[in-house]
C-alpha cells in the first residue's frame, strides 16, 4: 500500500480586466473620482469600487500610481530645464529692466520663484469709534490694563456695600 501524493495546484492567476485597467488609469492619470473613472470605463461605480478591493487590482494600481510618478519627474526635469533656457533667453533680451531682474533672481535662487514672502503688520493700529457688528457666536475679547481692573473691582465692592 502506497500513499497516496497530494499535489497542490498553484492558484490561477487572477487578471484585471481592460475595464478596470481603462477606470485606474483615469484615477491615476486624470485624477477622477471612482465614480468619473467607472463611467469613462464604462463601468458601474459599485463595480469599480468592488474590483478596487481585489488585491491584484490593488497591485496593478500600485504600479500603476509608481509609473506615473516616474514619468512625471522625468517630465518635470525637462520643463524645468526648458524653464532654465527661457530665463536666461529673457535675461538676456528683455526691454523691461524689471524682467531682466527678476530672471537673474530666478536664475540665482536655483529656479525658485517667489523664494521669499515679505508679512507686514502694522501694531500701530487705532481702534476705531462706533460700532461693530458682532456675528451671532462670535465672541468679543476686551483687553485692559490690571490698574483698570483692579480699579473696576474695587469701585464694583463699594457699590454692593452701599
Given amino acids: 500500500m502506497g500513499m497516496s501524493k497530494i499535489h497542490s495546484l498553484p492558484a490561477p492567476k487572477t487578471r484585471v480586466s481592460a475595464k478596470v485597467r481603462k477606470a485606474i488609469e483615469a484615477r491615476v492619470r486624470q485624477g477622477a473620482s471612482i465614480a468619473v473613472a467607472a463611467k469613462h470605463a464604462g463601468m458601474s461605480r459599485n463595480g469599480f469600487a468592488k474590483a478596487l478591493l481585489r488585491p491584484p487590482v490593488q497591485e496593478y494600481l500600485r504600479k500603476t500610481q509608481e509609473a ?5 519627474e522625468a517630465s518635470r526635469a525637462v520643463f524645468q530645464a526648458r524653464a532654465f533656457e527661457v530665463a536666461l533667453e529673457l535675461m538676456t533680451t528683455a526691454k523691461s529692466e524689471a524682467v531682466r ?11 525658485k520663484a517667489g523664494g521669499s514672502v515679505n ?11 462706533g ?6 457666536g462670535q465672541r468679543v475679547v476686551d483687553i485692559v490694563s490690571v490698574e483698570n481692573l483692579l480699579e473696576n473691582v474695587e469701585q464694583n465692592q463699594s457699590d454692593a456695600e452701599t
Fill in 68 to 72: 506615473y510618478v516616474i514619468e512625471v
Fill in 101 to 111: 531682474a527678476r530672471m537673474a533672481e530666478f536664475l540665482a535662487a536655483g529656479g
Fill in 119 to 129: 508679512v507686514h503688520v502694522d501694531a500701530r493700529q487705532m481702534p476705531i469709534a
Fill in 131 to 136: 460700532y461693530e457688528y458682532v456675528r451671532p
